[in-house]
């Protein structure tokens, strides 16, 4: 990195660092009561309370795991799906406007007709996660399917390669990007099903945790959670994205 | 210096009485051709003269509307496994996720070849093109004559017959298409595979091939057919110099003239 | 014919789903017939529940736009035109994005309670984004030598901005708008369905929790409805006021 870059980005933390300053100048002398909006340093301290003594860490962990798993099924569901109705021309046009009917709905509308369903335990807020983000995941992968560079279909032809083994080694390979950006906003979704989710189902994780502390006043409590969902947000995002850099390596620079 | 292979007497492909429309279009009128084993036959002429049309029905990637092609003697249905197709468009035609290597492997895995014979194989077949160093790169990082051999190690990876070439060189730059010719050349010889290279470059065609199939354009048809009387080892200086190499310039730029006429 | 084979597989699917139900006979706390749906949702229209929820989530959704995307669009212009301030700003950004609004929905009932103004603030806050980023690339794309030429014309700043920039960043920013709009709209709804009692998304919610499976599906269809012909509106506005022509020739792409 140059000296330049380097200075811009230590700038730009430095602004960030003023604003966490000036967030701790209005909570303290800023005449909004505390129970509204804490300072940083309390919101820090119920943080790092909350991991050492309290029960922060299953809570992160439950909704991590919620999120994960519901992420990895839509991810292998949608991706496999995708790639079946992508490849047939037949389902491609019959399937998918059935898909572009569903896409405007927002998918926590799904939420509560999957409940009604299901029902309200653990294990079926991770199914509701998985049908939630299967959409973007489905969506890009018939989309990269269904446009793969005409000339590559032509060498597997050429090559005699059979349908599946095409889908294997060409279409899919070939919709990489694609998929990978689909995944990556799955799981964004999947974040925030999850986090609907334990609000609506009560049950045991973060989103639950900071509708209880907004409910009982704990204000500190309720900003370590919001901060540690973003944090959630924000790593999972950045890992996702090394990930796809690595696995997309071999584009054109 | 590298050698043009001579022709073997059985006819290997043959068009019969082959038309080809694409919608109400006519493409090509009344092809009949026959092409020998090991026989380095070009075609020529202007744009849409259906030449690689012609070739792509080779491949087995088109069937004619009316007529037949066939290839030992049997009628194509669909891509054979002796007939390899090249396509121009090397960037298009190469897989970018794949490396050098891992695009020769196609070709070896759609054959069915054994994973642990592929290995050997893939580093014989790029050591052949030159390209023995950059097994483990991306398409996107190597040069355009580069991509281009790959995709010849690739078609070599089939073991092929007839080789199709469908203006492999036009998009290079002229050294780099001069040296790809010579080792075009040196590879087929060995083998005697047969070569079938459409071009729209006229010494290209002198200079490779022992047959030069000159077509007329909309519809394509076979306007005449040319004999390359040349020394079978060719050099790029040498050979161009050559009076029937200048005569053999001189009589088919007269005849495409004529035909876009 | 191409809609005809598009509405072929849902239609047949209606059509399995009442047979079903007729046959079976079953009465249902989480699932109802098509007719059933139908017969709620026109119900649901003729009392005017339908509309009086609808003029609700989008009084909430509409506002929180223009708040939050009108704050898009002015931080946009100003650090599109003074990189210095977008460069420091980037850490800040970086670190609020990626909170997902439902995470803040504590926070805002926290301080806000429930209604109006916490829907708003989180529509804000969802919607200041797209605008924002989306903003930033087109006026960081504008053709250089349009800006060239309002130098040389010596325009104040004021007459720069609603003369060159504005006019000529106007179809990306409408596409940012319409993304905002789609934004807006998923927003305000999941937060009724998660905590927020106005709106469509609430009716949702108590159909579901008060077992009347038809009035929750004809909600989840209106939402669907809403949202693709606010979509379709906008598209169509879209192409009438930026032919490809404008589309093209303003930013560099």
């Known amino acids: ?253 | 210096m590298p050698t043009v292979s001579h022709a073997d007497s059985a006819p290997l492909i043959s068009f019969r009485d082959v038309n080809h429309d694409f919608g109400n279009r006519p493409i090509l009128r009344n092809i009949n051709l026959t092409v020998r084993k090991s026989e380095f036959v070009c075609l020529v002429g202007p744009s849409g003269c259906g030449k690689t049309t012609l070739l792509r029905m080779i491949g087995g990637l088109l069937a004619p509307t009316s007529g037949e092609v066939a290839f030992n003697g049997h009628r194509l249905n669909g891509p054979a496994k002796e007939i390899s197709f090249m396509f121009q468009d090397y960037s298009k035609a190469l897989l970018p996720w794949r490396t050098a290597a891992g695009n020769v492997s196609l070709a070896l895995e759609a054959n069915g070849v054994p994973a642990r014979k592929r290995g050997p194989r893939i580093a014989e077949l790029l050591k052949k093109v030159g390209l023995a160093n950059h097994a483990e790169h991306f398409p996107a990082q190597l040069s355009g004559g580069m991509q281009q051999r790959v995709q010849i190690a690739r078609c070599l990876a089939q073991d092929p017959s007839v080789l199709l070439m469908d203006e492999p060189f036009g998009a290079l730059d002229a050294m780099t298409r001069q040296s790809l010719q010579d080792e075009i050349l040196r590879l087929i010889a060995a083998s005697g595979t047969t070569v079938l290279f459409v071009t729209h470059d006229l010494e290209e065609a002198i200079y490779l091939g022992n047959r030069v199939v000159a077509l007329y354009p909309n519809p394509g048809r076979i306007a005449q057919i040319f004999d390359v009387d040349l020394p079978a080892k060719r050099d790029q200086l040498t050979t161009r110099e050559q009076p029937n190499f200048l005569r053999l310039r001189r009589e088919l730029y007269d005849f495409v003239r004529e035909g876009e006429a | 014919m191409k809609t005809l084979k598009g509405l072929l597989l849902p239609v047949l699917l209606l059509v399995l789903w009442e047979i079903s139900f007729r046959v079976s006979g079953i009465q249902s706390d989480s699932i109802a017939a098509p007719s059933q749906i139908a017969v709620a949702f026109w119900t649901a229209l003729a009392d005017g529940t339908i509309v009086r929820r609808t003029g609700e989530t989008l009084r909430a959704a509409m506002t929180g736009l223009a708040i939050g995307g009108g704050s898009g669009l002015v931080l946009s212009i100003i650090i599109g035109l003074v990189p210095p301030i977008a460069r420091l700003l980037q850490f800040s950004f970086e670190v609020l994005r990626p909170v997902p609004a439902v995470a803040l929905i504590p926070v805002a009932i926290l301080v806000l309670g429930f209604g109006y103004g916490m829907e708003i603030a989180l529509v804000a806050f969802a919607t200041f984004w797209p605008v924002l980023i989306y903003g930033h690339a087109a006026i960081v794309n504008i053709e250089p030598q349009l800006l060239d030429v309002s130098r040389v014309l010596r325009l104040n700043p004021f007459s720069r901005i609603t003369k060159v920039v504005l006019p000529a960043t106007m179809p990306r920013y409408f596409v940012a708008f319409r993304l905002a709009v789609a934004v807006a709209l998923i927003v305000a709804i999941t937060v009724e369905i998660a905590a927020n009692p106005i709106g469509i998304g609430y009716e949702l919610m108590q159909a579901s929790q008060s077992l009347r499976p038809a009035l929750m599906f004809a909600m989840v269809l209106w939402i669907g409805i809403v949202g693709w012909t606010l979509n379709a509106v906008l598209l169509f506005a879209q192409r009438r006021l930026f032919g490809p022509a404008a589309m093209s020739l303003a930013v560099r792409t």
């Not at chain 1, 922060?56 to 292998?76: D, F, N, P, Q």
């Not at chain 1, 919001?226 to 390596?249: D, K, P, T």
């Open chain 1, 1 to 253: 990195m140059s000296a330049s870059r380097i200075m811009w980005t230590a700038g730009s933390v430095g602004v960030t660092a003023l604003l966490v300053l000036g967030w701790q100048i209005i909570a303290n002398y800023g005449g909004i009561p505390q129970v509204f909006l804490p300072g940083p340093d309390r919101a820090w301290s119920a943080l790092v309370d909350g991991f050492a003594n309290g029960d922060l860490a299953e809570l992160s962990l439950a909704t991590i795991e919620r999120m994960i798993y519901g992420w990895v099924l839509a991810s292998i569901v949608g991706i496999v799906l995708g790639a079946l109705i992508g490849s047939s021309r037949i389902a491609r046009e019959y399937v998918a406007p059935m898909l572009e009917m569903v896409r405007p709905i927002p998918v926590s509308a799904f939420m509560p007709v999957v409940i009604a369903f299901l029902g309200l335990t653990g294990a079926m807020v991770t199914i509701v996660i998985a049908i939630g983000s299967i959409w973007p995941v489905l969506l890009a992968t018939v989309q990269g399917v269904s446009s793969v560079e005409p000339r590559l279909m032509e060498v597997a032809r050429s090559l005699r390669m059979g349908r599946l083994e095409t889908l294997w080694k060409i279409a899919l390979p070939s919709s990489q990007p694609d998929i990978l950006a689909g995944m990556r906003i799955g799981l964004t979704v999947s974040l925030i099903l999850a986090v609907i989710g334990e609000m609506l189902t009560s049950e045991n994780g973060l989103g639950w945790h900071v509708l209880m502390a907004a409910r009982s006043f704990r204000s500190a409590d309720l900003f370590a959670g919001v901060i540690l969902l973003g944090l959630i947000g924000l790593v999972s995002n950045v890992i996702l994205q090394e990930i796809e850099r690595y696995m997309l390596r071999w584009r054109r620079r």
